[in-house]
């Protein structure tokens, strides 16, 4: 029972951080900006060499 509520939790927190970093990209897009896989921020007007 515990272990399952703590399954649980780790899950929802997951999903909390995964929607949470969805809305960052999204309003950075809006901005102009992105997030390369690194978790870099960059101009997305810029041309990528």
């Known amino acids: 029972?515990?272990?399952s509520l703590a399954v649980a939790?780790?899950?929802?927190?997951?999903?909390?951080?995964?929607?949470?970093?969805?809305?960052?990209?999204?309003?950075l897009a809006e901005r102009g900006?992105?997030?390369d896989a690194r978790g870099w921020m960059r101009n997305a007007r810029t041309v990528a060499v």
């Open 1 to 3: 029972m515990l272990f």
């Open 9 to 27: 939790a780790m899950f929802a927190l997951m999903g909390y951080f995964a929607f949470g970093r969805a809305v960052l990209r999204h309003d």
């Open 33 to 35: 900006m992105t997030v």
